[in-house]
């Protein structure tokens, strides 16, 4: 049975380096995409702290729609270039909001959300979707978490068949 190992007292980046080395074990000898984005959203929540949803949305028909999470229910359906999502979806670069209520056009789906950060999915020059991890505290993601989980989206796609998660 896999465990989450615990983090306390850690800092950040021995955090992140305890994830990554964690979710290379978890993906190993799976490649099927939406088992593995469960798993890496389960994994992130669980071992992340202060957030109160992690999750990834897929581009399907010219929007972001939602795919496996952990939290509260979220919006379905997110345009391109509108919110956080949409923001780093379009720039193809990961957005660090430190306050989401001075982001314009933030789509709100849990409203004890204070802070966010979402990583775009790009393979093979592809735009497969986002990672998205939202927190009720404000400045919880800095450019630690950024670096952190752009390589955890970089273990997912390696890892994972994820092409027809998106058209
Ligand atoms: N806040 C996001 C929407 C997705 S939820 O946070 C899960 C945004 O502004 O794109």
């Known amino acids: 049975m896999f465990e989450v190992k615990t983090t306390a007292g850690a800092s950040k980046a021995e955090i992140y380096l305890e994830l990554t080395t964690q ?60 919110g956080v999502c949409g923001t780093a979806a379009q720039r193809r670069t990961t957005v660090v909001v430190t306050d989401v209520e001075k ?35 404000l400045a919880r993601f800095d450019a630690t978490d950024a670096a952190g989980l752009e390589k955890v989206a970089q273990i997912f796609l390696q890892g994972s068949d994820v092409q027809y998660l998106a058209d």
């Open 103 to 137: 982001f314009p056009g933030h789509v709100a789906c849990d409203h004890a959300s204070r802070a966010e950060i979402v990583v775009p999915l790009i393979k093979a020059g592809k735009l497969i979707g986002v990672l998205d991890v939202d927190s009720p505290s």
């Open 23 to 82: 979710l290379t074990g978890l993906l190993s000898g799976e490649t099927n995409g939406l088992a593995n984005a469960a798993n890496t959203a389960a994994l992130l929540f669980a071992g992340l702290g202060e957030v109160n949803w992690a999750g990834f949305y897929f581009l399907r028909g010219g929007e972001l729609v939602l795919g496996p999470f952990q939290g509260k229910v979220a919006c379905v359906r997110l345009q391109l270039g509108r």
